[in-house]
Every structure is written in C-alpha cells, then in structure tokens.
C-alpha cells in the first residue's frame, strides 16, 4: 500500500497492506514460519511454537492478549486466502 499510496493510486485490492507512512497505521510486524510465530509491536516481541503448544521468547508486557492477536491475525488471512 505505500509505494501506491506514494503513486496516488488506489491500495484498497490489497487488504493486508498498511502504508507505512501512514500516521495512523497500527505499528506490527507478523513473522511466520514452518513451526510457528512471531508477533512484535512497539512495546516488545512474543513468538510462539506450535508443535509445544508454548511461547519460546517473550519480551512484551501483554503476551497472553498479543498472543490470541497473532493466532486471530493468521486465521484471518488464511481464511481469506481460502475464499479465494
């Protein structure tokens, strides 16, 4: 969304962009891999193993609520990925 933002052109087709030079854009990275997630904001960074059923590195305050954000997150846009 941020180069076709910078272009004037329209970024709506693309649902899981976020123009980064938006102010108000929520500031989040998701990061997944074959055996789980990370989840990082601004306040720190939790990344959670599937196999074990268990978060393997936390440095965020609010890991149980950041937590259920990253597996909504990837359920999300999966489901979306599978209507397609």
Do not use: C
């Not at 938006?22 to 789980?36: C, D, Q, S, V, W």
């Not at 990370?38 to 196999?51: C, F, I, P, R």
């Not at 978060?55 to 305050?61: A, C, G, Q, R, S």
């Amino acid at each position: 969304a941020t180069l076709l933002n910078e272009l004037k052109m329209d970024a709506s087709a693309y649902k899981w962009s976020n123009n980064i030079f938006n102010p108000e854009a929520p500031e989040f990275a998701l990061a997944t891999m074959k055996n789980g997630f990370v989840w990082m904001d601004t306040l720190g960074a939790v990344s959670y193993e599937y196999q074990g059923e268990k978060i393997i590195y936390n440095t965020h305050p609010k890991s149980d609520s950041v937590l259920q954000l990253g597996k909504a997150h990837l359920q999300l846009t999966f489901q979306d990925y599978l209507n397609k």
